[in-house]
């Protein structure tokens, strides 16, 4: 798990840990140390291959804000930003 500032840079999840709990746990943690540093929304990028990373974040109350394409790896790939609002 990375992140810096409102932005989740990573969350990386073993697949033997898939749906244990890990993962909602990291990002409990990172939208807790977002949210204590001042920013009242978090925000991600997943890309539209992704399908169960969308369903995950959308559970977690993510909603679409963009989309663009994936620059960092001069694809095809189209990137979806996600926000959340914090409390």
């Given at each position: 798990?990375?992140?810096?500032?409102?932005?989740?840079?990573?969350?990386?999840?073993?697949?033997?840990?898939?749906?244990s709990g890990v993962g909602s746990r990291?990002?409990?943690?990172?939208?807790?140390?977002?949210?204590?540093?001042?920013?009242?929304?978090?925000?991600?990028?997943?890309?539209?291959?992704?399908?169960?990373?969308?369903?995950?974040?959308?559970?977690?109350?993510y909603t679409e804000a963009d989309?663009?394409?994936?620059?960092?790896?001069?694809?095809?790939?189209?990137?979806?930003?996600?926000?959340?609002?914090?409390?």
């Amino acid at each position: 798990m990375d992140w810096q500032g409102d932005f989740v840079n990573a969350l990386h999840v073993r697949g033997s840990y898939s749906r244990s709990g890990v993962g909602s746990r990291l990002m409990d943690k990172a939208e807790a140390e977002i949210s204590k540093s001042g920013f009242t929304a978090a925000r991600l990028e997943t890309d539209t291959f992704n399908s169960v990373s969308q369903q995950f974040y959308a559970k977690r109350g993510y909603t679409e804000a963009d989309r663009y394409p994936d620059a960092e790896w001069g694809s095809d790939l189209v990137t979806i930003l996600l926000v959340k609002a914090l409390q």
